[in-house]
Nanobody, 123 residues
Framework: QVQLVESGGGLVQAGDSVRLSCAASERTFSRQTMGWFRQAPGKEREFVAYISWSGGVRYYVESVKGRFTISRDNAKNTAYLQMDNLKPEDTAVYYC????????????????WGQGTQVTVTS
């Protein structure tokens, strides 16, 4: 059982940067693909990015390419989402998730989820 805990959210202004962290409880974290999703009020949960267990494969939804960077430190059992040049439309609860699959862009293939962290971007 992998337990995930996100941190780093908050209230920021448009153009600011925020780094989210996702700490995993299990040493098998290094064999999991890690993904980030977000859910805005009244909207469905949306895929944001994933990173393979080795860090060699990263994939982003088009709307965040060039602004968000996903990374991981397997020695620390932690994944990160660096978010730069934030926009009001990035406002959402951000969730990290883990799966053994690669190229996982839909929420149904992720086995473990964190509780979410709120990011609010004001204009």
């Amino acid at each position: 059982q992998v337990q995930l805990v996100e941190s780093g959210g908050g209230l920021v202004q448009a153009g600011d940067s925020v780094r989210l962290s996702c700490a995993a409880s299990e040493r098998t974290f290094s064999r999991q693909t890690m993904g980030w999703f977000r859910q805005a009020p009244g909207k469905e949960r949306e895929f944001v990015a994933y990173i393979s267990w080795s860090g060699g494969v990263r994939y982003y939804v088009e709307s965040v390419k060039g602004r968000f960077t996903i990374s991981r430190d397997n020695a620390k059992n932690t994944a990160y989402l660096q978010m730069d040049n934030l926009k009001p439309e990035d406002t959402a609860v951000y969730y990290c998730a883990a799966t053994r699959l690669l190229r996982a862009t839909t929420s149904d293939v992720y086995d473990y989820w964190g509780q979410g962290t709120q990011v609010t971007v004001t204009s």
